[in-house]
């Protein structure tokens, strides 16, 4: 299959295919892969929005939803689930699309879950590239779902052009919402499963969030009222035209200002940046002379004749040397 002429013919088979591809770690893949990436048409843009936010608070559930709604309005809908892999085994279950039973049925939709593997941030490796193929393949919206994160892992902004953080009802008070990290990257904060008995619940978190967001300062390239707090039932639908409201408004004024286009640009930077970090790990470990040295390096660390930031402060100093 022709992956470069039928992915803007927005061919499923082959942008499956493409992801398959982009995501394999042989050498011969990744050349393939980097070629077709170097072809890929760069006249269209979806509207990239991560989700984030602890595990159990509803993000499939709010996803499949969300999903729905704009499908529903016509929009071609992408979503990247990314699952955590095991430390262990290094498998993963890969189950959000099992979770979205009625979003994989919708022909305007496109499920693709993926590990993690040993990627922190609550991202895939590829994520980007996945993100490319998607849009080159015609999608409108890409939902960009993270693994169930901490304050920390906040590269899913790196990723996305609008960030939402999905909180459950009771999930903190208003010092909890000012604690910096990935609050204070967060565009939306989304109370979800504000239905039944915790609604009244989800009204005052949603408060305590909303007053928290007004204490952090406002970042340039937000309008007046962001970021801001809101509340959803994903269970019932509730709530989210609201969201979505809001995310487009965020999206017009970033895009007006200028600040849309500045933004991905530092995102293809930094994605520069992490392709080249990890690119000069694969040549270290692949350079049989290279591996030489740093097994011996860990041989002394076992020994305990060498501590670890002496090992690594030689090994560098002697690539300085060539």
Same mark, same amino acid.
């Given at each position: 299959?022709?992956?470069?002429?039928?992915?803007?013919?927005?061919?499923?088979?082959?942008?499956?295919?493409? $992801?398959?591809?982009?995501?394999? /770690?042989? +050498?011969?893949?990744?050349?393939?892969?980097?070629?077709?990436?170097?072809?890929?048409?760069?006249?269209?843009?979806?509207?990239?929005?991560?989700?984030?936010?602890?595990?159990?608070?509803?993000?499939? /559930?709010? $996803?499949?939803?969300?999903?729905?709604?704009?499908?529903?309005?016509?929009?071609?809908?992408?979503?990247?689930?990314?699952?955590?892999?095991?430390?262990?085994?290094?498998?993963?279950?890969?189950?959000?699309?099992?979770?979205?039973?009625?979003?994989?049925?919708?022909?305007?939709?496109?499920?693709?879950?993926?590990?993690?593997? /040993?990627?922190?941030?609550?991202?895939?490796?590829? /994520?980007?590239?996945?993100?490319?193929?998607?849009?080159?393949?015609?999608?409108?919206?890409?939902? $960009?779902?993270?693994?169930?994160?901490?304050?920390?892992?906040?590269?899913?902004?790196?990723?996305?052009?609008?960030?939402?953080?999905?909180?459950?009802?009771?999930?903190?008070?208003?010092?909890?919402?000012?604690?910096?990290?990935?609050?204070?990257?967060?565009?939306?904060?989304?109370?979800?499963? +504000?239905?039944?008995? *915790?609604?009244?619940?989800?009204?005052?978190?949603?408060?305590?969030?909303?007053?928290?967001?007004?204490?952090?300062?406002?970042?340039?390239?937000?309008?007046?009222?962001?970021?801001? +707090?809101?509340?959803?039932?994903?269970?019932?639908?509730?709530?989210?035209?609201?969201?979505?409201?809001?995310?487009?408004?965020?999206?017009?004024?970033?895009?007006?200002?200028?600040?849309?286009?500045?933004?991905?640009?530092?995102?293809?930077?930094?994605?520069?940046?992490?392709?080249?970090?990890?690119?000069?790990?694969?040549? *270290?470990?692949?350079?049989?002379?290279?591996?030489?040295?740093?097994?011996?390096?860990?041989? +002394? $660390?076992?020994?305990?004749?060498?501590?670890?930031?002496?090992?690594?402060?030689?090994?560098?100093?002697?690539?300085?040397?060539?």
């Amino acid at each position: 299959m022709d992956l470069i002429a039928e992915l803007p013919k927005g061919n499923r088979r082959a942008l499956a295919r493409a $992801i398959t591809l982009v995501e394999s /770690t042989r +050498a011969q893949d990744r050349d393939a892969a980097s070629e077709l990436m170097a072809q890929l048409p760069h006249d269209r843009q979806a509207l990239r929005i991560g989700l984030s936010g602890t595990p159990g608070v509803g993000k499939s /559930t709010f $996803i499949e939803s969300f999903g729905l709604h704009l499908t529903a309005q016509g929009l071609r809908v992408a979503v990247l689930a990314v699952d955590p892999s095991s430390a262990r085994s290094g498998g993963s279950i890969l189950g959000d699309k099992t979770r979205m039973e009625q979003l994989s049925r919708d022909p305007n939709a496109f499920i693709r879950p993926s590990p993690s593997q /040993t990627q922190l941030g609550g991202v895939a490796r590829r /994520t980007r590239e996945v993100v490319r193929l998607c849009e080159a393949a015609g999608f409108d919206v890409v939902l $960009i779902e993270t693994v169930g994160v901490g304050q920390s892992e906040t590269m899913v902004a790196d990723i996305s052009d609008v960030f939402a953080l999905l909180m459950a009802p009771a999930g903190g008070d208003e010092l909890q919402g000012v604690k910096r990290g990935i609050m204070e990257i967060a565009d939306l904060v989304i109370v979800n499963k +504000a239905d039944g008995d *915790l609604k009244a619940a989800a009204t005052r978190t949603c408060a305590d969030y909303a007053g928290a967001l007004r204490l952090l300062r406002k970042r340039s390239g937000d309008p007046v009222g962001f970021p801001k +707090a809101s509340m959803v039932s994903a269970l019932t639908a509730h709530g989210l035209d609201e969201v979505w409201a809001d995310i487009k408004a965020l999206r017009d004024f970033r895009q007006q200002s200028g600040f849309w286009q500045t933004r991905r640009q530092d995102q293809d930077q930094r994605w520069f940046d992490q392709e080249l970090h990890f690119g000069l790990l694969e040549l *270290l470990h692949s350079d049989p002379k290279s591996a030489r040295i740093v097994e011996e390096a860990r041989e +002394a $660390i076992h020994q305990g004749t060498r501590t670890p930031v002496r090992a690594a402060a030689q090994i560098l100093a002697s690539f300085r040397k060539t």
